[in-house]
């Protein structure tokens, strides 16, 4: 079992290898309350996942840190080591769900521990239950406004230097975490590279992230879908879950426990596309230089 379990764990060689695209099918979107007890969020994410999987979805979503509250006092004794194979309990979890439904999981985000040093990362299984892509939150939230509260996630956190681009079965995802979304230069990157679908797990609170998230959403629409997810904790948190195709919000949640099933239809993209040739306009005044990849996008 302990083979096994590392084995699912360890990534794909090639992450981004081509699979067989669904041009049209069904997300899941999954907001659950998160409590200070590990075992039960463990617990009502899997059974939130099942039933999404069960009315129809290909794709499932967890919010930003959906194991534990976003508190200091939480991250480092639920943080997961992903060499540790079947002690990653929630990794483990995440690779029997995916596996055992047939869908991609993006699995939100949760604390990871690698080489003494703790991460905020974001996992994504394929319907085989194997790791397809792993992401660390490239943009660290810093936020302080006089006589207003401060948090400063680089004082816990360390960030990450990779964005994370992957081929799944329902098309070419790239990921982002929360305030990665305020950077509208990783969007770009992702639609260069041929994104059609962009998810942002996030945990924004109601003071630093009420006026933002839905604004931010619609500027990081490239011409593909961008989809938020949020996670709820003491009903403190701003838990709208805006789903988006050029800034049109296609569904939504309130602050509820909830589950939203969606349609995402990629001859959308194609007619939007079609309708507003952006690329083609663009490249007339500007070209976009990828500094991972070392190439030049129109």
Not at 9 to 34: A, H, N, R
Not at 107 to 115: A, F, H, I, K, Q
Not at 214 to 226: F, N, Q
Not at 264 to 270: A, F, K, L, R, V
Request: hydrophobic share 40%.
């Amino acid at each position: 079992m302990e083979s096994s379990a590392s084995s699912r764990l360890t990534p794909e060689s090639d992450p981004s290898s081509p699979s067989l695209q669904i041009p049209k099918f069904k997300i899941g979107l999954c907001q659950l309350t998160v409590t200070s007890d590990k075992a039960v969020n463990l617990a009502k994410a899997r059974s939130m996942m099942q039933m999404a999987a069960q009315e129809g979805a290909k794709l499932v979503v967890l919010p930003e840190m959906w194991i534990c509250p976003y508190s200091d006092d939480y991250f480092t004794k639920c943080a997961e080591d992903i060499a540790v194979g079947r002690s990653s309990l929630a990794l483990c979890m995440l690779s029997e769900v995916a596996s055992s439904w047939g869908i991609t999981i993006v699995g939100g985000s949760l604390p990871e521990w690698n080489d003494g040093q703790i991460y905020n990362t974001c996992y994504v299984f394929g319907p085989n239950g194997k790791l397809k892509a792993k992401h660390r939150k490239l943009h660290l939230f810093d936020y302080h406004a006089p006589g207003d509260e401060s948090f400063m996630e680089s004082d816990f956190f360390n960030a990450g230097n990779t964005p994370t681009i992957v081929k799944t079965d329902v098309g070419q995802v790239g990921i982002g975490i929360c305030h990665d979304i305020c950077f509208p230069e990783l969007a770009m990157l992702y639609g260069a590279r041929g994104a059609q679908l962009i998810i942002y797990p996030g945990a924004f609170n109601m003071s630093s992230g009420e006026s933002l998230w839905e604004l931010e959403t619609k500027a990081s629409c490239l011409l593909l879908y961008v989809r938020l997810q949020e996670s709820l904790l003491d009903h403190t948190q701003s838990g709208a879950i805006p789903w988006l195709l050029n800034g049109e919000i296609k569904a939504s949640a309130g602050h509820e426990e909830t589950i939203v099933i969606a349609e995402i239809d990629y001859s959308e993209i194609q007619l939007q596309r079609d309708l507003f040739p952006l690329q083609q306009k663009k490249a007339n005044v500007c070209k976009f230089f990828d500094l991972c990849d070392r190439k030049t996008y129109i």
